[in-house]
């Protein structure tokens, strides 16, 4: 079994049109925590007497901490996206976009957090927040499931959805 390293996580921003990505990786974001939690809905029946649920709507978010670095194309980008309230199509990664199982989502995101710590001995980073919004263009489509397999390929599905390839 092979074991899965933090460090080897990635977060890519798409540089060209959403049908035919065009990957480039930030590399100036450090710690970081990817999840998806599933809103629950009760499905309860009289059948039982204990509570029953099933997952509903996914919340999917990315948040961690990039390092202030105004010549570097990527963090010019998220910094560019929160201030303008744009969005960014984004694929978010357990591993690099060229190793099969590699797994997370894409989509589009905003950044809905941007804070700045500024103490006299620290090294500026921005504290970030990503969350899927609305796709940019409404033949795209919303944030999915992505997984790289064989080839690689990036292949994708909706939320809650079988991923078996």
Not at 122 to 147: M, N
Request: glycine letters at 8%; hydrophobic letters at 35%; charged letters at 25%.
């Amino acid at each position: 079994m092979a074991v899965k390293l933090g460090i080897k996580c990635k977060v890519y921003r798409n540089t060209s049109a959403f049908t035919t990505p065009s990957w480039s990786e930030n590399k100036r974001i450090s710690d970081a925590t990817y999840t998806e939690t599933p809103d629950e809905g009760s499905a309860d029946d009289r059948g039982s007497r204990v509570h029953q649920t099933e997952p509903t709507m996914y919340a999917v978010e990315c948040s961690g901490k990039m390092r202030v670095d105004p010549d570097d194309a990527e963090y010019v980008a998220f910094r560019d996206a929160h201030a303008q309230d744009l969005g960014l199509d984004l694929l978010i990664l357990d591993g690099a976009n060229t190793v099969v199982g590699s797994e997370g989502s894409r989509g589009w995101f905003k950044v809905f957090g941007w804070s700045e710590a500024q103490e006299l001995t620290t090294v500026l980073y921005r504290d970030f927040v990503l969350k899927p919004c609305v796709p940019q263009d409404a033949s795209v489509t919303p944030v999915q499931k992505a997984i790289i397999e064989t080839g690689p390929t990036l292949t994708t599905y909706n939320f809650g959805e079988d991923q078996t390839p």
